[in-house]
């Protein structure tokens, strides 16, 4: 019989070699499940404190929390003892096969020290993008940018519509005299309408501006008076028969709504001037040879 032991072992073996190192990466549906109440939180360990040794090499908390941080380990949904478990027993693995590596001379190869320089540069650089960021992601910046964005926002309308597509425009006429007779539109839609996607909802729409539909429904729908019901349309989808329900101005969207796109605009900003101004001063000589340019064919 497994044990117990060998198991959790082979599982940190598998995600060691099914989650190799990854680069920086740029929401998914919760379970559908009640989660157990979350449990305190274990007090964070100094990173000097050891959790486990590898031939005498010493696996440390602030080993843990820098694996932990890496986009390819993530474990969505494990609680923090066992993720504690699974990310020491992977850092063992690492060890062991670093060490291995290491006496079989594997880092002494000239590929390998260029790629040990490719990715200590490549560190380097995130880090000090991401510290040099942190000056500029300010609430003052933040708040001076969207006030900005505010001053060059145009209002737009919006419409809430409902529609019935079918596949010919007899079908549309009479499904338009059904409901100008007084039949529901809802019910209609929701007996005949070939779109998936709202007939469920008895054709239901919701909001949505001008650009977001192909043109002539678009032009259909905000011609059209609040509560009247048009003439069979046609698109490269169907025939509709559109119904709308309201019209407004769209809402400006709040400072809080828009925080995280704007710290994310400042962030990308404030690296790209960081890294033009360092281009802009450093002495920058580049030896590859122009392409030559193709020799014409002969006639």
Do not use: C
């Amino acid at each position: 019989m497994t044990s117990p032991l060998l198991l959790r072992r082979s599982g940190a073996l598998a995600l060691a070699v099914a989650l190799p190192f990854a680069s920086v990466a740029l929401p998914l549906r919760a379970l559908a499940q009640t989660p157990a109440p979350a449990a305190a939180p274990a007090p964070a360990l100094p990173p000097e404190t050891v959790v486990a040794k590898v031939n005498g090499s010493p696996v440390t908390a602030g080993d843990l929390a820098i694996a932990a941080e890496d986009p390819a380990l993530s474990l969505p949904g494990v609680d923090e003892a066992q993720k504690k478990n699974l990310l020491i027993d992977y850092m063992v693995d690492l060890k062991v096969g670093a060490q291995a590596a290491e006496a079989a001379k594997v880092g002494d190869s000239p590929e390998f020290q260029r790629k040990l320089a490719y990715f200590k540069s490549k560190l380097l650089l995130d880090e000090y993008l991401e510290r040099e960021a942190k000056k500029a992601v300010t609430p003052e910046a933040a708040k001076a940018l969207y006030d900005q964005t505010l001053t060059t926002m145009k209002p737009e309308e919006e419409a809430h519509a409902r529609h019935i597509l079918v596949d010919n425009e007899e079908e549309a006429k009479k499904i338009s005299a059904r409901i100008k007779g007084g039949e529901d539109f809802s019910k209609i839609a929701a007996e005949v309408s070939k779109d998936p996607g709202s007939k469920t909802e008895g054709g239901d729409l919701g909001w949505f501006t001008k650009e977001r539909m192909v043109a002539p429904f678009a032009e259909a729908a905000f011609k059209l008076p609040v509560g009247q019901v048009s003439d069979p349309i046609k698109t490269q989808f169907g025939w509709h028969v559109i119904k709308v329900e309201e019209r407004r101005t769209k809402p400006v969207p709040t400072f809080a709504e828009m925080k995280e796109q704007v710290d994310q605009y400042l962030t990308r900003k404030s690296q790209q001037d960081l890294i033009l101004k360092l281009r802009e001063s450093a002495k920058i000589e580049r030896t590859d040879a122009a392409t030559p340019a193709a020799a014409p064919k002969a006639p």
